[in-house]
C-alpha cells in the first residue's frame, strides 16, 4: 500500500512536471520532455518507491519473519509442552499481525475496486 501510494505521488509529479513545460516553456517541450528522459524519470520514481518501502517497512517485515522462524526451528526441536506453551505465547501477535496485514489488503482492495464500507456502488445505465 505504501509503495503504491508513493507511486502514485511520484507519477502524479512527473505529470505536474510535464504540464508544467508543456505552459511554461512550449518552445522547448520537445528538447525536454524527450522519450529517454521520461523513461528514466519513471524508472527511477518506481525504484526511489521501492526503496523507500524497503527501508522503512522491510526491516520491520524481516525481524518479524526472522523471530518466527527461529520459534519454529526450536520447536520443531522440542518437546510437546514446549510447543505448546510458544504456540500459547504466540498466538495473540499472529492474530494482531494477521489482522493488520487483512486490513491493509482489504483498504488496497476498496479503493482498488472503487467501494464504499465493502459495498460496490452500481449505477444504473
Known amino acids: 500500500m505504501h509503495t503504491y501510494a508513493a507511486v502514485e505521488y511520484g507519477n502524479l509529479t512527473i505529470m505536474a512536471y510535464d504540464r508544467y513545460v508543456c505552459i511554461c516553456k512550449p518552445l522547448h517541450y520537445n528538447a525536454i520532455i ?14 526511489i518507491s521501492f526503496v523507500e518501502v524497503a527501508v ?15 520459534i519454529l526451528v526450536i520447536c520443531l526441536k522440542s518437546s510437546k509442552e ?17 489482522n493488520f496485514a487483512f486490513g491493509c489488503f482489504y483498504e488496497l482492495i476498496t ?3 472503487d467501494t464504499e ?9
Do not use: D, E
Open 117 to 125: 464500507m465493502g459495498h460496490t456502488n452500481y449505477t444504473a445505465c
Open 111 to 113: 479503493q482498488r475496486f
Open 56 to 70: 522503512f517497512v522491510g526491516p520491520p517485515v524481516g525481524f518479524i519473519s526472522f523471530s518466527y522462524i527461529k
Open 34 to 47: 524527450t522519450k529517454a528522459r521520461v523513461q528514466r524519470i519513471i524508472l527511477a520514481v518506481w525504484i
Open 82 to 98: 514446549t510447543r505448546k506453551k510458544a504456540f500459547t505465547t504466540c498466538t495473540p501477535h499472529l492474530v494482531s499481525l494477521l
